[in-house]
């Protein structure tokens, strides 16, 4: 029964991030309002980033490179934190500081990933029995 159990995380953990990672293709226009505006060519980041979080996403949910998913989906998270919601943190609305926190905790989850990998039931664990 404890084999299930990183399963059951990584699918809990990657359902947001293939989700989202779809609407960035879905919306571009209005996800470019979430690109700080001191970086060139907000399309262009909206892509990288949906990019990133489907691969990232799909690699954690099949334990596929699972360990490389989770730097991906680390990176993409912190760098989040850093420049999109913290220099919004500050003043009466306590939202941006609780979504820096959200990403930056789900950004320990994906470290937590790529260092122990994706467990026993996933590609990764097949393909190192082959």
Do not use: C, W
Request: hydrophobic share 55%; no cysteine; net charge neutral.
């Amino acid at each position: 029964m404890q084999q299930y159990i990183p399963l059951i995380g990584r699918i809990l953990f990657s359902m947001i991030f293939i989700m989202v990672g779809f609407m960035h293709f879905m919306d571009v226009e209005g996800m470019s309002m979430m690109v700080p505006s001191f970086l060139p060519a907000p399309a262009f980041f909206v892509y990288l980033t949906g990019l990133m979080l489907v691969a990232g996403g799909f690699s954690v949910l099949l334990g596929y490179k699972a360990k490389i998913g989770g730097l991906i989906l680390a990176a993409f998270l912190m760098s989040t934190s850093l420049l999109v919601f913290l220099p919004q943190v500050g003043g009466d609305d306590p939202t941006p500081m609780m979504m820096m926190l959200k990403d930056m905790s789900m950004a320990g989850g994906a470290l937590l990933i790529s260092y122990f990998g994706a467990g026993p039931i996933s590609m990764d664990a097949k393909n190192a029995v082959s």
